[in-house]
């Protein structure tokens, strides 16, 4: 797989974003985007087969049953970009049924190279598929993957696993509409969203029984001993998932188990935390499916479909660039 790559920048980003979020006043929050390091992202790749976390499976499910409705819709010629590729499995479905049609270039768009190796291995031999690579920010790499194209060819965008969940409601439609501004009129975007459910399904899918969605927050923790030389003591917090029913929202936080002031060298500070207080690490936003269309209108697209899953509540929502 050819690659395009930029130069790091993620340690000394982290660091300063570290310093910032835990030096100041109130609750404490990290980007979630930190969670997920070698170590995260194979947690994460876990969490997605936990009995709890139908999510994945719905997402899955979804496209393996509608990827030849969803492609029937589709302009033809079309290239696909895959914002956030993740390992490429769901994407699978999407592919093959395109590549009954024609011969498909696919850009997943990923910061993690690990993730990008993963995706290439999974998706690398599928007939008349050709994948080249992004390890970019999302909309760096789809600005990119947009201006190689000619004149006749249109775009796919995939944005799946309600990764847009993890924006606030209001930065999510920003997103939308910053995508919707990089498409041609007629492009398409397949975004997957996770629905509203009872809260002891969410609960439960956000602080698992193995515990491994707890490992994958406290990781954070660890990533900043490996990365920055903290020394956070692990045994000293706890993960924790509320949710916010006003918010619809899911929330991951780290609850601190007793007072403590803990070195982190590489950012320049010296955090104290008292006992019960938090550092906020994700937000799992929840939505109604009529709310993703009106959202997706605001951003400048029209609703040409959407698919709900019947045994876990999840959307996938098929929007035409107008
Ligand atoms: C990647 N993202 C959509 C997941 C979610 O459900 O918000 C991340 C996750 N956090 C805990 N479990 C899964």
């Keep these: 797989m050819l690659t395009h790559s930029l130069p790091t920048r993620h340690v000394s980003e982290f660091a300063q974003c570290v310093r910032e979020c835990l030096t100041k006043a109130g609750q404490r929050e990290l980007p979630s985007k930190y969670l997920y390091d070698e170590v995260g992202s194979a947690l994460f790749e876990a969490i997605c087969v936990l009995p709890e976390y139908g999510l994945t499976r719905a997402d899955a499910r979804l496209l393996e049953k509608h990827a030849g409705e969803i492609v029937a819709r589709l302009p033809f010629p ?188 590489g950012a320049g500070c010296r955090p104290q935390f008292a006992e019960g207080e938090t550092i906020w690490t994700e937000s799992s936003y929840k939505y109604q499916p009529e709310e993703l269309l009106e959202m997706a209108v605001r951003g400048g697209f029209r609703p040409e479909a959407q698919w709900v899953d019947e045994q876990w509540p999840f959307a996938e929502t098929l929007l035409v660039a107008e």
């Design 78 to 265: 079309i290239e696909v970009a895959e914002l956030g590729s993740g390992s490429g499995k769901k994407t699978r479905w999407i592919l093959e049924a395109l590549s009954q049609r024609q011969r498909t270039y696919y850009y997943p768009i990923e910061i993690s190279p690990s993730a990008l190796a993963a995706c290439e291995k999974e998706l690398g031999q599928i007939d008349l598929v050709s994948i080249v690579g992004y390890e970019q920010p999302y909309l760096e790499g789809l600005r990119a993957v947009a201006k190689r194209r000619d004149d006749r060819e249109h775009l796919l965008v995939l944005f799946l696993g309600s990764t847009i969940g993890n924006f606030d409601r209001a930065a999510g439609e920003g997103f939308l509409r910053e995508v919707c501004t990089i498409l041609r009129t007629g492009d398409a975007l397949l975004l997957g969203a996770d629905l509203v459910k009872p809260i002891a399904l969410l609960l439960a899918a956000y602080d698992d029984a193995v515990g491994v969605t707890s490992a994958f927050n406290l990781n954070l923790l660890a990533r900043m001993n490996r990365e920055l030389g903290a020394g956070f003591d692990l045994a000293a917090f706890r993960h924790a998932a509320r949710y916010d029913v006003y918010e619809r929202r899911i929330e991951m936080h780290l609850v601190s188990l007793r007072e403590q002031t803990v070195a982190i060298p």
